[in-house]
């Protein structure tokens, strides 16, 4: 089980909440799934890359499998790391993480994380 190591609740609806959730996907929770699930090629791919934001003008964390999706249709080599880290995936998206004293899956805190 990972935990949040949190507790109270993390409002979403604001500026502020999603900036916290995101730090906590981006600097305890990878780290937690990478000790969790060594063997697991989605965990394995999965790690922070930053881009540039020029509406905050500073760089900004992203979570990324550093898949170029952009080319898959054009590559065999591409499709083949997709599909492996696609089915990792699936293997471990209906895990359980306690995040603040709720149980979510995996699933849909990557979900929650990808809506930003």
């Known amino acids: 089980m990972v935990t949040s190591g949190g507790s109270g609740t993390i ?14 996907m981006d600097t305890i929770l990878l780290y937690q799934l990478k000790d969790q699930f060594k063997d697991n090629a989605f965990i394995r791919n999965l790690h922070t890359e930053e881009k540039y934001d020029a509406i905050q003008k500073q760089g900004t964390p992203y979570l990324t499998v550093g898949i170029d999706m952009t080319n898959i249709s054009n590559s065999t080599k591409l499709k ?37």
């Not at 909440?17 to 730090?23: E, S, Y």
């Not at 895990?95 to 979900?111: A, P, Q, S, T």
């Open 80 to 116: 083949s790391q997709f599909n492996t880290v696609k089915l990792a995936y699936d293997k471990i998206a209906n895990e359980e993480v306690e995040f603040y004293g709720n149980k979510m899956k995996i699933k849909d805190l990557f979900y929650l994380y990808n809506l930003r």
């Open 11 to 24: 409002d979403i609806g604001n500026a502020s909440g999603v900036a916290t959730f995101k730090r906590w």
